[in-house]
């Protein structure tokens, strides 16, 4: 798209056209988070085989540079196969398996957070386990300047308190999956655990329950996020 016409500046402009052109780029990975496995499993009613026919791999053919990590939202997962990214899986013409023919999402109420965010980009600089006091910043999306038709400058401009919420939910969830794939890839290195796609799609949909059918108050203290995580991924 032409600079011309799109502000790179605040305040930014957006309107979805519903064009499509974020769900058919072939070289576009929609990250997952397991926040974002377990949501699209409950809203879809998905069995554990289902499950595993919607979520990809992904491997590079050749290693994996800096420049090429720094680029995705999650870190890598460590596999059988290699070093991989978590994302939903692709028609053979690059669409979105949850793409309709009328260029509609099939699970909107329930993507994922990278599609929620779309077309801006999140950045913070979070102190150490202290997430509310994240430092949020927001920007157009380098790929929603390549292709996206929603944000030109004749578009409204955006409520920029509401996508802020939206964005630090996101990357709370970002940096909660980080640690999670952290202990995985931990696992992994001392052999506590098989790297293979079903046991860490297994281990996220064990690790929470569906938020239709609520735990029963028992008096106990919950246990912290970190501790449920060591509770199912041993080191």
């Keep these: 798209m032409s600079n011309d016409e ?27 988070t397991y926040s974002d496995i377990l949501r699209i499993q409950w809203d879809q009613n998905l069995g554990f085989k289902e499950l595993l026919d919607i979520v990809g791999f992904y491997v590079f053919d050749e290693p994996i540079t800096n420049e090429q990590k720094e680029k995705m939202v999650l870190p890598h997962i460590e596999t059988q196969n290699g070093q991989a990214f978590l994302g939903l899986r692709k028609n053979d013409d690059g669409t979105c398996i949850f793409l309709n023919k009328n260029k509609k999402c099939r699970i909107y109420k329930a993507r994922p957070d990278i599609c929620r965010t779309f077309p801006f980009h999140f950045h913070s600089t979070p102190y150490k386990d202290q997430m509310e006091k994240m430092n949020v910043t927001i920007e157009y999306a380098a790929k929603a300047i390549e292709f996206c038709q929603g944000i030109k400058k004749s578009s409204p401009i955006i409520n920029n ?11 709370e969830n970002i940096i909660r999956d980080a640690i999670f794939i952290k202990r995985w890839n931990e696992a992994v290195k001392s052999n506590k655990v098989k790297p293979i796609a079903e046991n860490y799609l297994k281990i996220i949909t064990d690790f929470s329950k569906s938020p239709k059918k609520p735990e029963k108050k028992t008096g106990k203290k919950n246990l912290s996020y970190k501790q449920r995580i060591r509770k199912k991924i041993p080191k």
Excluded: A, E, R
Excluded at 6 to 28: E, R
Excluded at 162 to 171: A, N, P
């Design 6 to 32: 799109i502000d790179l500046q605040p305040p930014y402009h957006f309107k979805c056209v519903k064009c499509g052109n974020c769900c058919s780029d072939k070289n576009t990975i929609v990250n997952l």
């Design 161 to 171: 308190t509401k996508w802020m919420i939206i964005g630090k939910l996101t990357l």
